[in-house]
């Protein structure tokens, strides 16, 4: 049963990383948003970060080419943005 919810915990982790993607953030502003607001260790962000960039490199490096191209995100920009994955994750989570 752990590994069940450790899965899901995982998949969770994954999918609120895709979203701080979708809004062009940072490896180190998803990591501290969804530290921030979703209460989710560095460490498990940074791990599965780390694990998403070794699936999808060529994915990453046009990204970050992308990223360092870009102004970064204000941190109400950021706030705001992260508050409407929490929400629509804990609205999907209902489902």
Do not use: G
């Given at each position: 049963m752990?590994?069940?919810?450790?899965?899901?915990?995982i998949h969770?982790v994954?999918?609120m990383?895709?979203?701080c993607?979708i809004?062009?953030?940072?490896k180190?502003?998803c990591v501290e948003a969804?530290y921030?607001?979703?209460?989710?260790?560095?460490?498990?962000t940074?791990?599965?970060w780390?694990e998403?960039?070794?699936?999808?490199?060529?994915?990453?490096?046009?990204?970050?080419?992308?990223?360092?191209?870009q102004?970064?995100?204000?941190?109400?920009?950021?706030?705001?943005?992260?508050?409407?994955?929490?929400?629509?994750?804990?609205?999907?989570?209902?489902d």
């Amino acid at each position: 049963m752990a590994d069940s919810s450790s899965a899901s915990y995982i998949h969770m982790v994954h999918h609120m990383i895709e979203k701080c993607l979708i809004f062009n953030m940072s490896k180190e502003e998803c990591v501290e948003a969804l530290y921030k607001h979703a209460n989710i260790t560095p460490v498990i962000t940074s791990t599965v970060w780390k694990e998403l960039e070794k699936e999808n490199k060529e994915f990453f490096k046009a990204y970050e080419e992308r990223q360092s191209k870009q102004e970064q995100m204000s941190e109400e920009e950021t706030n705001q943005l992260i508050q409407k994955i929490i929400s629509d994750s804990s609205k999907e989570s209902d489902d």
